[in-house]
């Protein structure tokens, strides 16, 4: 694997800062590049036409390697400056949860697979699937709803983080979708009587749902964000207004119930303001299923591979980042982890992360959602996260962005690549541990099938509300 021309691949993709399901240059960028490293390469695969596949091998074991490639709006910042800097406009997209790392660095992963494959001779076929709109679209999703995994026997993935560890416990699932008010507009001084707000209505709808947050499990969550406000004119009753909401649980059926309270609250004030409302469905995602068996195999192969060492320059340079960030609230929320004591000491110790943090495997959820819980729930999944960034800010940081393209993000981007390819070929050496994995994901199920959270009829998309 030729190193420096996996790291100029994150950083084009890095200066691309495509957002979901536009992410046409990023994918074109890795597909070209598998292909030139001997993958046969499908593009457009489930009619995303920035999603890819590339494949190497044959027969049996087939592992799947994820990859996301998609940035955030509103995330522009310029790389290595340590304070909130802009490019161009702050509207404008910049890779704020390191996705331009996540891909390339499967792309590592799937590559060096390739390598073992083709010394060894060895029966078995790895496939890099490309997976656009990670944070708006849930690509993966539509892949596990129609079928695309079936053929699959393991899926491996990892994320950039602050933290070297095998990642545990379940996600949040999750509905997006949107309420669209319509009301009658009037000169707010002139004739109020004549008129029917639709940001009433919307503003109804918040505090009802914040009411409902009373009567609701620990492990949901509700959030809104206002899309239209029906204008600027204060004297000018609004006519329109469109607000998102996304409705998080622990599971599926329960996400779906609590979709159905914060629903009734939308429709509740729209009777109330005499407007209407329209209920518009957006995307869907499910819960993870954890994998045991996975994990204490990444495990090993991490304690193999060890992590990155760095040097005075670096750690110099991590410093400037930790520093933007008050660390007692970093060490107040730190992962669930085996030795959290020494966490919080190296945390004070070191600008970045700089051993590999033990975790033992649970089934608790965490607060959060990805599509990687719909592969979950079709195939045997698992995840491990490598220090990319400095302690201190999170995902959807502007600090994460401006460190995309350093060099301790290009060695957390490698050793991610290494430690998977390491699982990897354990599993082709050792399929009985697959074996094992889809027992294991079998009795987590209980006999209960995947339910997709988007309906068949919706297709991948961008929503022209926002």
């Known amino acids: 694997m030729d190193q420096k021309r996996l790291c100029s691949l994150s950083d084009a993709i890095w200066g691309y800062a495509e957002t979901g399901f536009t992410e046409e240059k990023s994918a074109r960028a890795m597909a070209g590049f598998l292909r030139d490293s001997g993958f046969e390469v499908t593009e457009g695969i489930d009619g995303m036409p920035t999603a890819y596949m590339g494949v190497y091998g044959h027969g049996r074991p087939v592992i799947d390697v994820l990859a996301e490639y998609d940035a955030l709006s509103g995330m522009s910042q310029q790389a290595d400056v340590p304070e909130r800097r802009p490019v161009t406009s702050a509207e404008d997209n910049g890779h704020g949860c390191g996705h331009e790392l996540l891909g390339a660095g499967a792309v590592g992963a799937a590559i060096l697979l390739k390598e073992y494959l083709e010394k060894t001779g060895r029966e078995g076929t790895v496939r890099l699937v490309g997976c656009p709109a990670e944070e708006s679209g849930s690509s993966k999703a539509y892949l596990a709803r129609d079928g695309f995994f079936k053929d699959t026997d393991c899926a491996l993935t990892w994320h950039p983080a602050d933290f070297n560890m095998v990642c545990s416990g379940s996600s949040q699932s999750c509905i997006s979708l949107f309420f669209r008010y319509t009301g009658v507009s009037a000169h707010a001084a002139g004739s109020p009587q004549l008129g029917r707000s639709a940001l009433d209505a919307a503003e109804l709808t918040n505090v009802g749902v914040n009411y ?4 609701i499990e620990d492990t949901d969550r509700v959030h809104y964000a206002y899309l239209n406000v029906g204008g ?18 622990k599971n599926n059926p329960d996400c779906e119930r609590l979709l159905k309270r914060v629903i009734l609250c939308a429709q509740g004030a729209a009777m109330m303001t005499e407007t209407k409302v329209e209920v518009i469905f957006d995307e869907g995602l499910s819960n993870t299923v954890p994998n045991f068996t996975l994990e204490k195999a990444a495990l090993e192969a991490f304690r193999k591979c060890g992590t990155p060492s760095y040097t005075e320059e670096e750690l110099a340079y991590a410093k400037t980042f930790r520093d933007t960030f008050d660390m007692q609230d970093a060490m107040r929320s730190i992962p669930r982890c085996d030795d959290p004591a020494r966490l919080r000491q190296n945390m004070k110790d070191s600008p970045i992360n700089d051993y590999l943090i033990e ?3 649970y089934e608790d959820t965490e607060m959060g959602s990805t599509d990687v819980g719909d592969v979950s729930w079709v195939v045997p999944t698992v995840q491990i996260n490598t220090a990319c960034f400095a302690y201190g800010a999170g995902a959807h940081s502007w600090q994460w962005v401006a460190q995309g393209t350093s060099a301790i993000a290009h060695k957390g981007m490698l050793k991610a690549a290494e430690v998977l390819a390491e699982l990897g070929i354990r599993l082709f050496e050792d399929p009985q541990i697959i074996e094992e994995a889809k027992a294991e994901l079998q009795d987590r199920l209980g006999g209960e099938t995947y339910k997709c959270l988007i309906p068949e009829d919706i297709r991948p998309h961008i929503s022209t509300l926002e």
């Open 212 to 215: 409902l947050r009373e009567h």
């Open 232 to 249: 600027k004119a204060p004297n000018v009753v609004q006519s329109e207004a469109i607000l998102k909401y996304f409705v998080r649980s």
């Open 359 to 361: 975790v033992k495997s």
